[in-house]
C-alpha cells in the first residue's frame, strides 16, 4: 500500500517535470520561429499582425535566402591571404574579386577587377587596367554601408589595395601557407618570402625586398604584375585568392581579427552579415556592386552556410532547411533509388584525385614490371562501382580531365594505364624474369599504408584483395594517424606503396603533374614520397608550362602522364573524385567545375 | 568548511599545474606538427610560421612562455580588445594603463580566433547542453532506480531495468540519427540540428534565449539522447544501492519505532543510498561536458566537444593545452561539490 504512494509521488513527478519542460513552450510558437528566421528586431511587429489576421490565400512566398552546408567545424579564416580550405576560399571568392575571374563552367579566364590586360613582348609582364568605382564595404548591423575614410570619402578599390594584399601575402610575418603558389610565379617573392635572416634584417632591407615583388600600382587604378617566365598559367594565379585587394587601413588597425564579422570589409557581389562560429555563417547581398558580366549582381539576398557534418546536414535537406546539400555515401544507394530524391540529384566532377605512389627504391617496387603489374591489377571500376560508390571516375592518369592543359579521357580511352589482369599477370611474370627469381613466392613483402579512417581502409583492403587474387600477391595493410602518416611517408621509412590525394588551387596541368610530382613536390619531396627522379618527365612538365599553345600542352601534359604512370609507374592512379550533391528543384543553379560555386549567377523559384 | 574549501582550491592549481606539464610534453613527443599537411608546405615557410607561434624557441622556454602568457597579469599600454593577443580578464587601470590576465593563446588552424575565444563562445554551449542533458539523465535515472528498488523483482523493477539496459547500450551515434529522422525529418516537429542561442552569454554561459521555445526545441533531442545514456548508469547505480541500504539494521530499527514507510524511504534510506550516487555525478558532469563530441556532431551544436579531437589532431598546441587544462578545471571543482554535497547527505561526513 505504501509502495503504491510511491508510484503515484514519483509518477506525478516524472509527469511535472515532464510538464514542465514541455512548459517552456510560450503559446504563440510560430511567432518566434519566425522571427529567428528574420532575425531583425522590427519584424516582430508583423508578425503579430499576421497572426491577428489570417490573411487570404495569397501564394506563400519563400524567403529569398539560399540554406547550403559546409562541412563539420568552422571556416577556418575570411582572410583572402591565408585561406587554404574549400569553404574559406568559397566564402573569400563571394566577398572579393580577383584581377581575373575562371568561369566556373569553362574555366576559361573572364575580366574580374581587371576590365583588361595588356601583355608586354617578353610575355612576362602584365599591365592589368582595373574596374573604377568599386566601393569598400561593410555591413553595420542594418545594412550594407560603403566604407569611408578619416575625411568622410568614399573608400573605393584600387591598384595599391591590390599591390597591398598580394604582398601582405608573401610577407614572411604574415606566415601565409599559401605564399608559395605566388613564390613559383611571381618575380621577386622568393627573395622576400624566404629571406635569411628575416628577423636580422634592418627596415630598409626589409622594405627593399618588399619593393623587388613583382606586383606594382602604376596609378590608382594600373596595376603591373611581373612574372618569373612566359606561362599559360600567370592569369590564372593573378586571379587566386591570395592576390586580392585588402583593405591597409582595417588591418592595420584590427591586426589579424580583421576578417570578423563586425570588422570584415570587401567589395565583391556579397558581404559578411554574420558569422555564429562553428555554427552558421550568412553573408548578404552589396548593393555597390554594379555587376560586371563574369559577376553579375546577385539575385539571392542571402546565402547562409551551416557548418555541418554530412548526415547531419543531409537529414536539414530532407527536413526541408537546405536547399544543397551533399549525399552521405550511406546513403547513395537509397537516394538513387528514391523516385524524388533521384530527381534532385547531381553526381558532378571534382578537382580531385586520389592516388597511390610507390617507393620506388624499395623492392619489389623497385623494379618497374613490378609496379605496372600492380597498377594493371587494380580493377579501378569495380572499385568504384562496388566500394566508394560515390560515381567516382576510374582513374588511369593523375591530371584531372577538364582542368587546362590535361589530357580527355574520349579521344584517349586506352591512354595511361588502364585495369587489365592479363596484362597485370604479363608484366608480373617480366619482373619474376627481371629479378631472376625461381618462384613468385620469393618477391618480397608489399607494405600497403594509408592514413587511419574507415574509407581509406574499405579501398585498401579491396585493393589488396585485387592484388591478391591476379597476382597472389598478399600485402600487409598498415596505418597511421594523419599527421603521423605524413611525416612517415616524408621520411626514409616510406613503406613500399602509400596513398594521397590532391585537389586543385588553380585549374591548371601545372598544378597537377608538376606541382605534386617534379622533384620536391607534394608527391615526390626530396626525401621519401615516390624517391623517384626522371630528367624527361622533369624538362617535359618545364616546357609545358611555358607553351603558349593549348593543343601542343595537352600533348606535353600527356606525354609527362604516359611517363608518370606507365614509363616509369611511379604512381599508381586510382580515381577521380565527384561531388555528389543534392538540390532542391526550385533552385536555379550553376555547377562549377574549379570547386567554388558562383552564387551570384543562381536563383530561387521563390513562389511555393 | 571554509578552511577544506580553500585547501582543495590551492590544491587544484599544483593538479593543474602538474597536468599542464605533462600535457605539454606528451603533445610535443607526437610526431608530426601543426603545419604538416597533405599538399607539403615549402620548409621555409613552415619557419616562418613556426617563429610567428615562438616554436622555434626550446620546449623550456615555450612551455615558460605558455605559463607566463596564462598565469601571470601584464600590464600593458593598450588595450588590444580586438586584438588576437587577448586576455580573459582585463581591467583598466589609472594612467591609461591595462592590467591583462589569462591569455591561453592563439588557435593555429584559425588564425583570426584564441582559444579564449573558444572558451567564450563554444564553452558556454557545451555547458548548456552538459546541464540540461544531467537534469534530464537525473529525472529519469533517479525515479526509475528508486521504482526497481522498492518493487524488487516486480514487473515495475523487470520493466524500469528494461528501461535502463536500453538506455546503456543505445549509443549516441545511434539514437541521435534515430531522433532527427523521426521528430525532425518525418514529423518536422523539431529542427534536426543546430543550437537556439548565441553569443554574447549572461554570466558566461546563460543563453539569452532561455526563454524561449526556438531555445528548448533545439534543446530537446541532443538532451534526451545524452540524458538517456546517463540516466540507465544512475539508475541502475540507485537500485543497487538503495536495495543495499534497505536491508540495514537502521532501517528495520527506523520502521520498527513506527516510522511510516515514506519517513523511511525517503530520510533513511534514499538519503544514504544517494552517495555513491552523487560521487559520479561530479565527474559524470565534467565527463558529459568533455564528451559531447559526438552529440554535438550529429546535431550540428557548436561546442566545444569537438575541439578535444580537432585539436588533437591538427596538432593545435595551444587548444589541446586549454582543452585539457579546462576539463581538468571542472573535475576537480565537480569533485569540490560532490564532497560537499557529501557532508549535506552524511551528517557524519565533516571536513574540519
Same mark, same amino acid.
Given at each position: %500500500?505504501?509502495s503504491?504512494k ?17 512548459? #517552456?513552450t510560450?503559446?504563440p ?5 519566425e ?7 522590427e ?5 503579430v499582425?499576421v497572426t491577428?489576421?489570417?490573411e487570404?490565400? #495569397? #501564394?506563400? %512566398? ?6 547550403v552546408s ?5 571556416v ?11 569553404s574559406?576560399?568559397q566564402?573569400v ?6 584581377l581575373?575571374? *575562371?568561369?566556373?563552367?569553362t574555366l576559361?579566364?573572364?575580366?574580374g577587377?581587371?576590365v583588361s ?21 561593410r ?6 554601408? +560603403? ?5 568622410g ?7 595599391h ?8 601575402t608573401?610577407?614572411?610575418?604574415t606566415?601565409?601557407?599559401y ?12 627573395e ?6 628575416w628577423?636580422?634584417?634592418t627596415?630598409e632591407?626589409?622594405?627593399a625586398l618588399?619593393d623587388g =615583388? ?12 611581373t ?7 600567370n ?6 585568392w591570395?592576390?586580392?585587394a ?6 592595420? +588597425?584590427?591586426g589579424?581579427r ?9 567589395? &565583391?557581389?556579397?558581404?559578411l552579415?554574420?558569422w555564429?562560429?562553428?555554427?552558421v555563417?550568412?553573408?548578404v =547581398?552589396?548593393p ?9 549582381q546577385?539575385?539571392i539576398e542571402?546565402?547562409q552556410?551551416?557548418m555541418?557534418?554530412q548526415?547531419?546536414?543531409f537529414a536539414?535537406?530532407?527536413? &526541408?532547411n ?9 546513403d547513395?544507394d ?15 566532377p571534382?578537382?580531385?584525385?586520389y592516388?597511390?605512389g ?13 609496379r605496372?603489374a600492380?597498377?594493371y ?5 569495380? *572499385?568504384?562501382?562496388?566500394v566508394?560508390?560515390g560515381?567516382?571516375?576510374?582513374a588511369q ?7 587546362a592543359?590535361?589530357?580527355?579521357i574520349?579521344?584517349?580511352?586506352g591512354? &595511361? ?7 597485370a599477370k604479363?608484366e *608480373? ?6 629479378v631472376g ?10 607494405q600497403?599504408m ?7 581502409k ?12 591476379? *597476382?597472389g ?22 613503406p613500399?606503396?602509400?596513398r594521397?590525394g590532391w585537389?586543385?588551387d588553380?585549374p591548371?596541368a601545372?598544378n ?10 607534394s ?5 621519401? &614520397? ?30 609527362a ?16 573524385y565527384t561531388m555528389?550533391n543534392?538540390t532542391?528543384?526550385y ?19 521563390l513562389?511555393? | 568548511?571554509g578552511? @577544506? ?6 590544491w587544484?592549481?599544483?593538479?593543474l599545474?602538474?597536468i ?11 610526431? !608530426? ?10 620548409p ?8 610567428? @607561434? ?28 580586438e586584438?588576437?593577443d587577448e ?5 583598466s587601470?589609472?594612467?591609461g ?15 583570426s ?15 548548456q547542453? !552538459?546541464?540540461?542533458? $544531467?537534469v534530464?539523465a537525473?529525472?529519469?535515472?533517479l ?13 515495475w523493477?523487470?520493466l524500469g $531495468? ?5 538506455g546503456?547500450?543505445?549509443?549516441v551515434v545511434? $539514437? ?7 521528430? !525532425? ?7 534536426p540540428?543546430?543550437?537556439?542561442a ?8 546563460i ?14 533531442m ?11 548508469i ?8 538503495l536495495?543495499?541500504?534497505i536491508?540495514?539494521? @537502521?532501517?528495520?530499527?527506523?520502521r520498527?519505532?513506527g ?10 534510506a534514499?538519503?544514504?543510498?544517494l ?6 555525478? !561530479?565527474? $559524470? ?6 564528451g559531447l ?12 566537444g ?8 591538427n596538432?593545435? @598546441?595551444?587548444v589541446?593545452m586549454?582543452a585539457?587544462l579546462?576539463?581538468?578545471f571542472?573535475l576537480?571543482?565537480s569533485?569540490v ?7 549535506w ?5 565533516r571536513?574540519d
Amino acid at each position: %500500500m505504501y509502495s503504491k504512494k510511491w508510484t503515484i509521488v514519483l509518477g506525478a513527478l516524472l509527469a511535472v517535470s515532464m510538464l514542465l519542460s514541455a512548459c #517552456a513552450t510560450p503559446t504563440p510558437e510560430e511567432i518566434i520561429i519566425e522571427v529567428t528566421k528574420i532575425v531583425e528586431g522590427e519584424t516582430v511587429v508583423e508578425q503579430v499582425v499576421v497572426t491577428a489576421t489570417p490573411e487570404p490565400a #495569397a #501564394a506563400e %512566398m519563400r524567403d529569398n535566402v539560399l540554406h547550403v552546408s559546409f562541412g563539420p567545424g568552422d571556416v577556418p579564416t575570411l582572410d583572402p591571404s591565408l585561406g587554404t580550405d574549400t569553404s574559406s576560399i568559397q566564402v573569400v571568392e563571394e566577398l572579393t574579386i580577383g584581377l581575373v575571374r *575562371l568561369h566556373e563552367e569553362t574555366l576559361a579566364v573572364d575580366p574580374g577587377m581587371a576590365v583588361s590586360w595588356d601583355l608586354s613582348d617578353d610575355g612576362q609582364t602584365y599591365t592589368f587596367h582595373l574596374l573604377e568605382g568599386i566601393p569598400w564595404v561593410r555591413w553595420n548591423g542594418n545594412s550594407v554601408e +560603403e566604407v569611408l575614410d578619416a575625411d568622410g570619402n568614399v573608400r573605393y578599390v584600387t591598384a595599391h589595395d591590390f599591390e597591398y594584399g598580394t604582398k601582405r601575402t608573401v610577407d614572411p610575418d604574415t606566415g601565409s601557407s599559401y605564399a608559395y603558389v605566388l613564390g613559383m610565379a611571381l618575380a621577386g617573392v622568393e627573395e622576400y618570402l624566404y629571406a635569411e635572416n628575416w628577423n636580422d634584417l634592418t627596415d630598409e632591407e626589409k622594405a627593399a625586398l618588399r619593393d623587388g =615583388v613583382g606586383i606594382k600600382a602604376l596609378d590608382d587604378y594600373t596595376l603591373e604584375m611581373t612574372f618569373l617566365t612566359k606561362a599559360a598559367y600567370n592569369l590564372n594565379i593573378a586571379g587566386m585568392w591570395v592576390a586580392r585587394a585588402e583593405p591597409q587601413w582595417l588591418i592595420e +588597425e584590427k591586426g589579424d581579427r580583421w576578417s570578423e564579422p563586425g570588422f570584415s570589409q570587401s567589395y &565583391g557581389p556579397y558581404a559578411l552579415k554574420e558569422w555564429v562560429h562553428d555554427s552558421v555563417m550568412t553573408i548578404v =547581398v552589396n548593393p555597390f556592386w554594379p555587376g560586371i558580366e563574369s559577376v553579375p549582381q546577385p539575385i539571392i539576398e542571402e546565402i547562409q552556410f551551416s557548418m555541418l557534418d554530412q548526415s547531419a546536414a543531409f537529414a536539414e535537406y530532407e527536413a &526541408g532547411n537546405l536547399e544543397v546539400a551533399a549525399v552521405p555515401s550511406a546513403d547513395i544507394d537509397r537516394v538513387k533509388a528514391d523516385p524524388m530524391l533521384s530527381e534532385e540529384l547531381i553526381i558532378a566532377p571534382d578537382g580531385c584525385a586520389y592516388y597511390y605512389g610507390f617507393n620506388t627504391e624499395k623492392a619489389p617496387v623497385d623494379n618497374v614490371h613490378m609496379r605496372r603489374a600492380l597498377s594493371y591489377a587494380v580493377d579501378r571500376t569495380d *572499385l568504384v562501382e562496388n566500394v566508394t560508390k560515390g560515381g567516382q571516375q576510374p582513374a588511369q592518369w593523375f591530371c584531372r580531365p577538364g582542368m587546362a592543359g590535361c589530357p580527355y579521357i574520349d579521344p584517349h580511352p586506352g591512354f &595511361g594505364i588502364t585495369s587489365n589482369a592479363d596484362e597485370a599477370k604479363a608484366e *608480373l611474370a617480366l619482373h619474376v624474369a627481371a629479378v631472376g627469381y625461381t618462384d613468385d613466392s620469393e618477391i618480397s613483402e608489399v607494405q600497403l599504408m594509408h592514413n587511419t579512417s574507415e574509407g581509406h581502409k574499405k579501398i585498401a583492403e579491396a585493393i589488396a584483395e585485387m592484388w591478391h587474387e591476379t *597476382l597472389g600477391i598478399q600485402p600487409t595493410v598498415t596505418n597511421q594517424e594523419w599527421k603521423v602518416y605524413l611525416k612517415t611517408i616524408r621520411s626514409e621509412d616510406v613503406p613500399t606503396v602509400w596513398r594521397l590525394g590532391w585537389c586543385l588551387d588553380y585549374p591548371d596541368a601545372n598544378n597537377f603533374t608538376r606541382e605534386v610530382f617534379s622533384k620536391g613536390g607534394s608527391g615526390n619531396p626530396e626525401v621519401g &614520397g615516390l624517391n623517384w627522379l626522371n630528367e624527361d618527365f622533369e624538362q617535359i612538365v618545364l616546357d609545358a608550362a611555358v607553351e603558349s599553345d593549348p593543343v601542343k600542352r595537352v600533348e606535353m601534359y600527356a606525354e609527362a602522364e604516359n611517363i608518370l604512370v606507365y614509363e616509369d609507374a611511379a604512381v599508381l592512379p586510382i580515381y577521380w573524385y565527384t561531388m555528389v550533391n543534392v538540390t532542391k528543384p526550385y533552385v536555379n543553379r550553376t555547377y562549377s567545375n574549379h570547386g567554388h560555386d558562383y552564387y551570384e549567377k543562381w536563383s530561387l523559384e521563390l513562389e511555393k | 568548511m571554509g578552511r @577544506y574549501i580553500v585547501q582543495r582550491f590551492l590544491w587544484m592549481f599544483i593538479v593543474l599545474f602538474v597536468i599542464s606539464m605533462i600535457t605539454f610534453a606528451m603533445m610535443h613527443a607526437v610526431p !608530426g606538427g601543426p603545419f604538416t599537411q597533405e599538399k607539403a608546405l615549402p620548409p621555409e615557410i613552415i619557419a616562418n610560421l613556426e617563429k610567428r @607561434y615562438h616554436l622555434n624557441e626550446p620546449y623550456w622556454k615555450q612551455y615558460l612562455l605558455y605559463i607566463d602568457n596564462v598565469m601571470v597579469p601584464h600590464i600593458s599600454k593598450d588595450a588590444a580588445p580586438e586584438m588576437v593577443d587577448e586576455a580573459l580578464v582585463e581591467i583598466s587601470l589609472p594612467g591609461g594603463n591595462y592590467l591583462r590576465w589569462i591569455n591561453f593563446g592563439p588557435s593555429y588552424s584559425s588564425r583570426s580566433r584564441t582559444v579564449n575565444d573558444i572558451f567564450r563562445e563554444q564553452l558556454p554551449v557545451s555547458i548548456q547542453l !552538459g546541464v540540461i542533458s $544531467m537534469v534530464v539523465a537525473i529525472t529519469i535515472g533517479l525515479p526509475l532506480g528508486v521504482i526497481s528498488a522498492l518493487k524488487q523483482n516486480t514487473i515495475w523493477d523487470f520493466l524500469g $531495468m528494461s528501461v535502463a539496459i536500453f538506455g546503456v547500450s543505445m549509443p549516441v551515434v545511434a $539514437m541521435g540519427p534515430i531522433l532527427i529522422w523521426i521528430f !525532425g525529418v518525418a514529423l518536422k516537429w523539431l529542427p534536426p540540428t543546430g543550437w537556439g542561442a548565441k553569443p554574447p552569454f549572461t554570466l558566461f554561459f546563460i543563453p539569452n534565449t532561455l526563454g524561449s521555445w526556438d531555445f528548448w526545441k533545439h534543446t530537446l533531442m541532443p538532451a534526451f539522447a545524452v540524458g538517456t545514456g546517463y540516466s540507465a548508469i544512475i539508475a541502475r547505480l540507485t537500485r543497487a544501492s538503495l536495495l543495499q541500504v534497505i536491508h540495514e539494521d @537502521y532501517i528495520r530499527t527506523a520502521r520498527a519505532k513506527g516510522l511510516s514507510e515514506r519517513i523511511v524511504t525517503t530520510r533513511h534510506a534514499l538519503r544514504n543510498a544517494l552517495i555513491p550516487v552523487v560521487t559520479i555525478l !561530479g565527474p $559524470m558532469f565534467a565527463g558529459v561536458l568533455t564528451g559531447l563530441f559526438v552529440v554535438e556532431q550529429v546535431f550540428g551544436i557548436p561546442g566545444m566537444g569537438k575541439y578535444f579531437i580537432t585539436s588533437i589532431t591538427n596538432r593545435d @598546441y595551444p587548444v589541446i593545452m586549454g582543452a585539457i587544462l579546462m576539463y581538468a578545471f571542472f573535475l576537480v571543482i565537480s569533485n569540490v561539490f560532490v564532497d560537499i554535497t557529501y557532508a549535506w547527505l552524511d551528517p557524519r561526513i565533516r571536513y574540519d
